[in-house]
């Protein structure tokens, strides 16, 4: 179970590094629990009104020790590029799937795979693009003839269901032998173009993906994490009966 917990005292009393002493210390700080000097939240506080979805994920980043990590997992194709992130301490978590959209991989993606994340996952961002040796494109130039936006689109018709099925076994194998991965039930989210991924993903690997959606906006997160967490309420309901 989550915790906030808020730290108030006068400005140079050591709130901030009582803070970090206390979210670093497992004896006193259970898993994702959130401890936050008050002045901290103040500052942070008019960001959040403007764009209030982040708030949860400032907070918990804040809080939360985080392990990013790149990684080429072998294929039968070559050797893919993968973004992992999830909370250091408190696993292991349940696997998501994150499949990009055309443009490819960039940091908004991986900020996106890092919400996901911070909420108790162990998120795993590949670069379906390996084949072509392409991993981060640059920004896309919205004219329909810029030489960048061809080459994106040559990108996107170069993979397919079966080849990206393919590179979602050897996750899926890579994340089994994983100590933070949970070995229960997996979730599968594709980005855009890749919505057909990850349903195909959970209809090809039904004993492993439990949930699927697409998402053609970032907004789209919180609803996929709350589909995320009903699976596993009622997974964990029907332990118990």
């Avoid at 002493?21 to 008050?38: H, N």
């Amino acid at each position: 179970m989550s915790r906030l917990v808020l730290i108030n005292g006068t400005p140079g009393s050591g709130k901030s590094t009582l803070a970090r002493r206390l979210a670093a210390d497992p004896a006193i700080s259970p898993p994702l629990t959130l401890v936050l000097d008050i002045d901290v939240v103040r500052g942070m506080l008019g960001r959040w009104l403007e764009t209030p979805g982040d708030a949860g994920m400032l907070a918990r980043r804040h809080a939360l020790a985080m392990i990013d990590q790149q990684i080429d997992i072998a294929t039968k194709d070559g050797r893919m590029t993968t973004f992992i992130t999830h909370p250091e301490r408190g696993g292991p978590y349940p696997v998501v799937l994150f499949f990009m959209d055309a443009p490819g991989i960039r940091e908004d993606l991986r900020d996106m795979a890092r919400r996901l994340a911070t909420a108790g996952y162990y998120v795993m961002l590949p670069n379906l693009y390996y084949r072509s040796g392409e991993m981060e494109l640059g920004p896309i130039p919205r004219e329909e003839d810029a030489p960048l936006r061809k080459k994106m689109f040559d990108l996107m018709y170069s993979i397919d269901i079966p080849r990206v099925m393919q590179d979602t076994r050897a996750l899926l194998d890579f994340a089994a032998t994983q100590p933070a991965a949970s070995k229960g039930p997996a979730g599968a989210m594709g980005y855009c173009m890749s919505g057909r991924y990850a349903i195909n993903a959970a209809a090809n690997f039904p004993g492993r993906i439990a949930a699927a959606a697409q998402a053609a906006r970032a907004d789209a997160l919180p609803a996929f994490e709350a589909a995320l967490q009903d699976v596993y309420t009622r997974q964990a309901q029907e332990i118990r009966a």
